[in-house]
């Protein structure tokens, strides 16, 4: 079947990007846009972006004088609230020039991903003016944690935004480090007041996740063409294994960063499990599949309060681009892949959907016998392979030990014969001797019944020409 390859996970690139153009990555929790174009598309009327004043033609205003008046007493009530967090309205111009001088020199020479430092220099007191912005604004939204949480997402955002102003003289690199230490500082104490609100419905839509993945826990690797490597399963276990131990820890974590890090690293270790299952680069289509897997074998628990969380009080710059925008998006598509899956997408009929779902039968029973039987084969080959390996092993040791054996019955035979010989030698050299001593017993006779014939051979070639007669 030409369907079979791509059974409904593809998304482009120009699909994860943000539907107003704007050249970011887009979500599906904010209808495609990007952060920035969201929060531009909902801001509510009576913000200083729009203009309710009639135009110079005579057209009348757009909103009428009551919503008008009830937007300027809004715009009020935010005004005092900002002013509760914020402290003092004055801008940071306005504080003395060589109090910010001293202070933004600390912040250039801090390190990558040193939180520590950052604490410390933040309690300087070249930073004492940052500090107390920082505590104020903790303060007053411990204070008012009952408000809705869009309202203290809003907040945040603008503290943020606030709090860069300071550092406007700085490279974009060095901003966006200094505001990660500055959101990790936030919150981490807001965590407990803002997570899972109780203004929102995040907590039911946990649940409602949680069992739609539940139910999905039939799908097989092959149902969604993930490249998953069947023959080597039996032996080396889920290469997914890390991804899916990955996005359990997202839980686990306060800040937004260290949310978006595991994130990161799960999407990381799939595209190495996919390196491993097939020969050629993962793409995008492979990547998708994968980590819709990865979803269903894990099920995180509260995934949606995660995503929501980091989505409302994390950096726009993490979410928008980078390498960490790329798999949050990512990641929102295979949520929004699982919510809608259906049997079109799996390569199956409605009814045998619908009966996989309601348990009516079982769904894997032919997928399982097929992998028993593929991997049982596999095993079968892969053992007649290592007997065959044995067998010319053992071929191939006989023949270096018969000829081992050959090697050492020919030494053994060369030694015996060269024994033969030396043996030869001194019998003929005892001989020979006992010729000597017989001749001169018979010439001096004497003297042989004095001295012993090896005794008197051996006196003779010691005393040499030296001797004289007797």
């Avoid at 970011?24 to 920035?36: I, R, T, V």
């Avoid at 053992?394 to 270096?400: E, G, T, W």
């Amino acid at each position: 079947m030409l369907t079979d390859k791509h059974r409904g996970i593809r998304v482009s690139q120009e699909e994860l990007l943000c539907k107003n153009a704007c050249g970011y990555y887009g979500n599906p929790a904010w209808q495609g846009f990007c952060s920035k174009c969201w929060r531009e598309r909902t801001r509510p009327p009576g913000t200083p972006r729009q203009d309710t004043r009639p135009t110079n033609d005579g057209t009348p205003p757009t909103f009428s004088k009551f919503e008008e008046k009830k937007n300027i007493e809004k715009g009020r009530r935010i005004n005092t609230m900002r002013r509760l967090f914020w402290g003092s309205p004055s801008s940071p111009k306005q504080e003395s020039s060589e109090i910010q001088t001293n202070a933004l020199k600390a912040y250039q020479s801090l390190e990558p991903g040193d939180f520590t430092g950052f604490l410390k220099i933040l309690r300087s007191p070249p930073s004492q003016r940052l500090q107390s912005r920082c505590t104020a604004f903790l303060n007053t939204m411990e204070a008012y944690h009952d408000l809705p949480v869009q309202k203290q997402s809003d907040l945040v955002q603008d503290f943020y935004q606030s709090f860069a102003e300071y550092f406007s003289s700085f490279s974009e690199a060095q901003v966006s480090q200094i505001m990660e230490h500055v959101e990790k500082l936030i919150m981490t104490r807001l965590h407990k007041w803002v997570f899972c609100h109780d203004s929102c419905d995040d907590e039911q839509k946990d649940l409602a996740l949680q069992r739609r993945i539940r139910s999905l826990n039939w799908v097989t690797p092959q149902m969604l063409d993930v490249p998953f490597p069947d023959k080597k399963t039996a032996i080396t276990g889920d290469p997914f294994l890390p991804a899916i131990t990955a996005i359990i820890e997202v839980d686990a974590k306060r800040a937004p960063q260290d949310k978006l890090a595991c994130v990161s690293k799960c999407c990381q270790h799939v595209f190495e499990a996919l390196s491993t299952s097939n020969s050629e680069p993962a793409n995008a289509d492979d990547f998708l599949s994968g980590l819709v897997y990865v979803v269903l074998k894990a099920n995180p628990p509260r995934l949606h309060s995660n995503m929501q969380y980091v989505i409302r009080f994390g950096l726009p710059h993490s979410l928008m681009a980078g390498e960490s925008g790329y798999y949050f998006t990512n990641l929102s598509c295979a949520v929004a892949f699982i919510e809608k899956l259906d049997g079109p997408a799996l390569n199956l009929s409605p009814e045998e959907f619908e009966g996989y779902m309601l348990r009516q039968h079982a769904p894997n029973d032919a997928t399982k016998r097929q992998e028993i039987s593929s991997n049982t084969q596999h095993l079968l080959e892969e053992l007649k392979g290592r007997q065959e390996k044995l067998d010319q092993g053992m071929d191939a040791l006989n023949v270096q030990l018969q000829k081992w054996m050959l090697t050492v019955n020919s030494q053994l035979d060369e030694a015996a014969a060269q024994f033969a010989l030396v043996q030869k030698e001194i019998t003929a050299q005892a001989e020979h001797s006992l010729v000597l001593s017989s001749s001169s017993h018979d010439a001096n006779p004497q003297e042989g019944d004095l001295k012993d014939p090896s005794v008197l051979v051996l006196s003779d070639q010691c005393a040499g020409p030296q001797q004289t007669d007797c």
